[in-house]
């Protein structure tokens, strides 16, 4: 069996998954509710702790934006469960997927369902949202990615598929207000992302 220990500031406390690696999606689902983030790559094993607080707030004012700017068939959720094969399930921060889709899903969406993939970069997904993560929803044929780097101001890069592979990013820096047309027109200054309210 494998096993994980989550970072804390305590004693580390060790959590039993069952089965054993290359690992599969029915694996990944009798895994324990423990506070991680559990994901698969190829049957290896991404562990992910709670995001931190400016990443919720992120997340949160994000998912706004894109609510507010969603025509009715489009709908914006955050970390839903995607399986792209047995042995690949992510949890992108957000997705937008067709309304009717949600209706239709009871545990997990399909590459076809999601029309954007968006992931917040943190120091520790890092490098799998800038290239793993990047490569295997370009080749899951997912149209649209955004990757919004945190530490950069925040900086928004926007790829889009063309064949199997995503276009070179078009980076929209704070500051500037970011006009996209796909999956739905919204602009927005991805400063904005990391403001406190009020």
């Known amino acids: 069996m494998a096993t994980t220990e989550p970072t804390t500031g305590h004693a580390p406390e060790r959590t039993v998954l069952r089965g054993k690696p290359p690992f599969s999606v029915d694996d ?23 995001p931190t607080p400016m990443h919720q707030r992120a997340l949160a004012r994000l998912l706004r934006l894109l609510e507010d700017a969603a025509p009715p068939e489009f709908e914006p959720l955050p970390e839903v469960n995607l399986g792209i094969g047995p042995r690949d399930f992510f949890i992108p921060d957000l997705v937008v997927v067709p309304t009717e889709a949600v209706e239709e899903t009871e545990l997990m ?23 793993m993560k990047r490569s295997a929803y370009a080749a899951a044929g997912i149209p649209f990615y955004w990757r919004i780097e945190l530490a950069e101001g925040p900086c928004l890069y926007v790829h889009e598929l063309a064949d199997d592979e995503y276009k070179p990013a078009v980076k929209h820096e704070a500051g500037e207000t970011a006009r996209l047309v796909a999956p739905f027109e919204v602009g927005f200054d991805p400063a904005v992302l990391l403001r406190p309210r009020g």
């Open 28 to 50: 990944l689902l009798t895994f324990p509710d423990d506070g991680n983030r559990y994901e698969l790559f190829d049957g290896s094993l991404l562990v992910s702790p709670s």
């Open 109 to 131: 969406f399909a590459p076809d369902d999601i029309l954007l993939a968006v992931e917040l970069v943190s120091p520790t997904t890092r490098k799998r949202d800038r290239h």
